[in-house]
């Protein structure tokens, strides 16, 4: 029995494509209106800072521009955000005030989408007698402006670049946390080996590092920037 053919007859390619470019160009089209209310409300949904920041009109004119430009008939609402955040790096669609709260964002976002797993085994414990490793959804940014104040305020005054930590815990809350030069140095080194105890980072380490480490530890467990490393998901 011969199996069907899963592509799509060229005509209906065909006319795909023309409702697609229709729906670019025409913003009266009703495909075009819906994929540009789809996409505003992604933008507002992913970059609720940006989108509040930035006002209505500037969220419909973005959304506007990125539909014009985008060449796909039917993008998924989950590759919007990232999709939208490589169109605005390219485009002076948003003012420049607002890049790095937008890509602040994006990877808020990605980390509270990471399919990596912390485990509940030994959850709260800061008994570093075993491997720890860094929690598998963290990602370490430079941010010009100070996180904190991000859902109090209308804008946000530039500050000098500083090293945060944003991960997600257990309880799958998504923290962002400052890092200081120690934190950045001592992540680092743990991450080359991926899992180590408390003394063989101590030995691993500057000395001037070496009188901090048991307490970073702990503390860092308690935090959770830090895992035991049999609770790091191995499928990722």
């Given at each position: 029995?011969?199996?069907?053919?899963?592509?799509?007859?060229?005509?209906?390619?065909?006319?795909?494509?023309?409702?697609?470019?229709?729906?670019r160009r025409d913003?009266?089209?009703?495909?075009?209106?819906?994929?540009?209310?789809?996409?505003?409300?992604?933008?507002?949904?992913?970059?609720?800072?940006?989108?509040?920041?930035?006002?209505?009109?500037?969220?419909?004119?973005?959304?506007?521009?990125?539909?014009?430009?985008?060449?796909?008939?039917?993008?998924?609402?989950?590759?919007?955000?990232?999709?939208?955040?490589?169109?605005?790096?390219?485009?002076?669609?948003?003012?420049?005030?607002?890049?790095?709260?937008?890509?602040?964002e994006w990877v808020?976002?990605?980390?509270?989408?990471?399919?990596?797993?912390?485990?509940?085994?030994?959850?709260?414990?800061?008994?570093?007698?075993?491997?720890?490793?860094?929690?598998?959804?963290?990602?370490?940014?430079?941010?010009?402006?100070?996180?904190?104040?991000?859902?109090?305020?209308?804008?946000?005054?530039?500050?000098?670049?500083?090293?945060?930590?944003?991960?997600?815990?257990?309880?799958?809350?998504?923290?962002?946390?400052?890092?200081?030069?120690?934190?950045?140095?001592?992540?680092?080194?743990?991450?080359?080996?991926?899992?180590?105890?408390?003394?063989?980072?101590?030995?691993?380490?500057?000395?001037?590092?070496?009188?901090?480490?048991?307490?970073?530890?702990?503390?860092?467990?308690?935090?959770?920037?830090?895992?035991?490393?049999?609770?790091?998901?191995?499928?990722?």
């Amino acid at each position: 029995m011969r199996s069907p053919d899963a592509a799509a007859p060229a005509r209906l390619r065909e006319e795909v494509a023309g409702l697609a470019g229709q729906a670019r160009r025409d913003p009266s089209d009703l495909y075009g209106q819906l994929l540009r209310e789809n996409v505003a409300g992604a933008i507002r949904s992913s970059f609720p800072a940006v989108a509040r920041m930035a006002g209505e009109a500037v969220v419909v004119r973005a959304a506007d521009a990125f539909v014009a430009a985008h060449p796909a008939s039917r993008p998924q609402f989950h590759q919007i955000a990232t999709e939208f955040v490589l169109f605005v790096q390219g485009q002076p669609v948003l003012p420049s005030a607002l890049m790095p709260i937008i890509e602040y964002e994006w990877v808020l976002l990605q980390v509270e989408i990471d399919p990596a797993a912390l485990s509940d085994d030994a959850a709260g414990s800061t008994d570093a007698a075993g491997p720890v490793t860094a929690n598998p959804t963290l990602r370490v940014v430079m941010l010009p402006f100070d996180p904190a104040l991000i859902d109090a305020n209308d804008s946000l005054k530039p500050a000098p670049p500083r090293p945060h930590g944003v991960y997600r815990t257990r309880e799958h809350h998504v923290l962002t946390r400052p890092l200081t030069v120690s934190d950045c140095l001592l992540l680092d080194r743990l991450e080359q080996e991926e899992a180590m105890t408390s003394r063989g980072l101590a030995e691993a380490v500057e000395p001037s590092l070496l009188p901090l480490v048991p307490d970073w530890i702990g503390q860092g467990l308690a935090k959770q920037l830090l895992v035991f490393a049999d609770q790091k998901d191995t499928s990722r």
